[in-house]
């Protein structure tokens, strides 16, 4: 039976070509970078700074200085927003953020240390409007998603933005679902900081992330220890990236993400995009045909689609789906559970189904045909 990877949303697979070459070539070429002045150090301090720059033009970042190499989106987020709030801010949020925003979030307002508004959905996402209706005096932050890993509904980040340049608030986004799927300018934007995962659709390696701090945004330090820079210094460096880039990185990882970005360059952002889009609305329109199937979320949006088949769990879906179909899927609350208790799922949650660079309308079809059989005999 042919394997039909749908869980775009959760990693992206396969990875191109490209991103193992690059990989394997910085685990066979590379010491570690910035400790030494040997070749091997200097080969993995390139291997990095390449990779600096190839994301930095890719999200147009006025330096490569002010791209910050991470685990993961949610170690940048958590970065992100611990180093920008202070005792006594407010910051909103929505109800379709990842835990890796929320957990931290309500953390913090657990603690005391913040006050904490959540917009609810209208008409399928989060309207600019809201985020204008929840300013107070003291709203320091806006920290959003770009779009729901749940059901695919995109926020207006452009005109959120502009709210918060008119308001001197900062806005911190998460472009895990977006980045390498819609284009991202962040200055246009004027982000103070956007996070991402590598792994996703910028096609890197998992273990690795993305951190944009706008120019004029100094985090507070979320981790010191060694950078290979100042070294006599007890203290950590001030500037960037070095600031926020404790400890030996992942070499390996950051020289895949980076070989994952320049594949999407040669391809075309355009064309990946409408490429995703296109196999998206063809999804949503299939699958809102079949008696019994409740697909969730707008009409529009990236290629992340979440349904319910009566007289199927979630989980028991994902399972049928791969064993007589090999449709790989996703069940459950998907680390976003105000989201499902937004679209009324919560605690069952969904089986969400997400494409990708590499999915093709056949599969897409095959998920369908899937899906309507599975129906029928239910």
Known sequence: MKQLYLDHAATSWPKPEAV???????LEQSGNPGRSGHRLSLD?????HKAR??????????????????????DALNMAIKGLVKAGDHVITTCLEHNSVLRPLFALQKAGQIELTVLELQDGTVQPEQFAQAMQPHTALVAMTHASNVTGAVIDVATVSQICQERGVKLLVDASQTAGVLPIDVQALDLAVMACSGHKSLLGPQGTGVLYVRPDIELAFWREGGTGSISHEVYQPAFMPDRMEAGTPNTIGIAGLGAGVEFLQQVG?????????ALAARLRQGLRQIKGLTVYGPESGVGVVSVNLEGFDSAELSVRLERDYGILTRPGLHCAPLAHQAIGTYPHGTTR??????????????????????AKAK
């Open 53 to 74: 720059h190839t994301v930095s033009k890719f999200f147009n970042a006025t330096s490569s200085t002010q791209i910050v190499f991470t685990l993961n989106a949610t």
């Open 20 to 26: 193992k070459t690059a990989m394997l070539r910085a």
């Open 269 to 277: 952002l355009e064309t990946i995009s409408q490429g995703e889009k």
């Open 44 to 48: 993995a301090a390139r291997f990095i």
């Open 353 to 374: 189904i997400s494409v990708g660079y590499s999915t093709t309308e056949d599969e897409v079809d095959a998920v369908i045909e899937a899906l309507s059989e599975l």
